[in-house]
């Protein structure tokens, strides 16, 4: 069981008319717009540092290290930026009470992450994947981590449905195919890496890559219609890339974010702290077809 802290204003929005399979909308936020502007920096600065260990016995032109240049990666547009839904592992997390479900007033959703979730309609591959803390492992801990993923883009490829495809770039454009490992590293790896203070949240995300939707991803986009790469249908991504949706901060600044489907089966329970908050979360279970659900006090 994995859980996800917010307020009750969030809940209501969250929840959708049961039985539809789309019971359930969580927002996916970009990651530019979350608080901490140096987080994602951090996770490439640390797989540049990481990374030649991973491709040390590699032709320098089939290296990728250098490529994770925080300045370069930020200004270009044409890179995947991840969006990100912040779920954690325990119920009872008096930080996450306080920091993310209205100081202990909100409310906390147990998902059951064992049901089967159809993600159609979104092309992308969607990750779920506990977040690392630095100084909280050791480098070589995160080293090991960092190897991993990167066979884990190289697998992905070259057992996937176009293997043959990913086997003749492996072949042919060996260049190519190491640059889409640092893709797959850019979207899976970076984005898990966090500092050592953010360590009470035991945070697992789902990360979901995508371009975002500006005048040169869509052009290119649309000249690759009718075709299929990777097994990806061109119209589905280019949807997809043009469904980002926005909100207004009461600052003035816009939040970036998807919207991410799950269906009803997935939410198990609820769990509250603030006991004057029972009737309502009753009432909102109930009218929204969820008023099956167990709700459960914790202390």
């Given at each position: 069981?994995?859980?996800?802290?917010?307020?009750i204003q969030a809940l209501e929005g969250i929840l959708?008319?049961?039985?539809?399979?789309?019971?359930?909308c969580f927002w996916a936020s970009r990651y530019d717009c979350f608080g901490d502007k140096e987080e994602y920096k951090i996770g490439i600065e640390t797989i540049k540092a990481l990374l030649p260990k991973v491709e040390n016995k590699l032709q320098s032109d089939r290296r990728v290290a250098s490529t994770f240049d925080w300045n370069s990666i930020k200004e270009n547009i044409m890179l995947p930026?991840?969006?990100?839904?912040?779920?954690?592992?325990?119920?009872?997390?008096d930080h996450m009470w306080e920091n993310y479900a209205d100081h202990g007033h909100g409310v906390v959703l147990a998902l059951d992450e064992t049901?089967?979730?159809?993600f159609e309609g979104m092309p992308h591959m969607i990750m779920l994947k506990p977040c690392i803390?630095?100084?909280?492992?050791?480098?070589e801990?995160?080293?090991?981590e960092i190897e991993t993923e990167y066979f884990n883009g190289a697998f992905g490829m070259l057992t996937g449905?176009?293997?043959?495809?990913?086997?003749?770039?492996?072949?042919?454009?060996?260049?190519?195919f190491v640059k889409l490992i640092a893709m797959y590293l850019l979207g899976y790896a970076a984005p898990r890496i966090k500092e050592k203070k953010y360590y009470r949240e035991e945070e697992v995300r789902i990360i979901i890559?995508?371009?975002?939707?500006?005048?040169?991803?869509?052009?290119?986009?649309?000249?690759?219609?009718?075709?299929?790469?990777?097994?990806?249908?061109?119209?589905?991504?280019?949807?997809?890339?043009?469904?980002?949706?926005?909100?207004?901060?009461?600052?003035?600044?816009?939040?970036?974010?998807?919207?991410?489907?799950?269906?009803?089966?997935?939410?198990?329970?609820?769990?509250?702290k603030d006991a004057k908050q029972l009737s309502i979360i009753e009432n909102i279970l109930a009218h929204k077809g969820f008023g099956d659900r167990e709700i459960i006090m914790i202390k």
């Open positions: 069981m994995l859980y996800h802290y917010t307020s959708r008319e049961s039985p539809s399979e789309k019971g359930l930026m991840p969006y990100v839904i912040s779920l954690t592992k325990r119920c009872d997390n049901k089967k979730v159809s803390y630095k100084a909280k492992v050791s480098n801990e995160l080293f090991k449905p176009k293997k043959e495809f990913a086997l003749g770039l492996l072949k042919d454009y060996p260049q190519v890559p995508s371009q975002r939707p500006n005048s040169e991803v869509l052009f290119l986009l649309d000249q690759f219609k009718k075709t299929k790469i990777l097994d990806i249908n061109i119209e589905d991504m280019l949807y997809m890339v043009k469904d980002e949706k926005r909100r207004e901060k009461r600052d003035g600044e816009f939040v970036y974010y998807r919207e991410l489907y799950l269906p009803s089966a997935v939410l198990n329970k609820v769990y509250i």
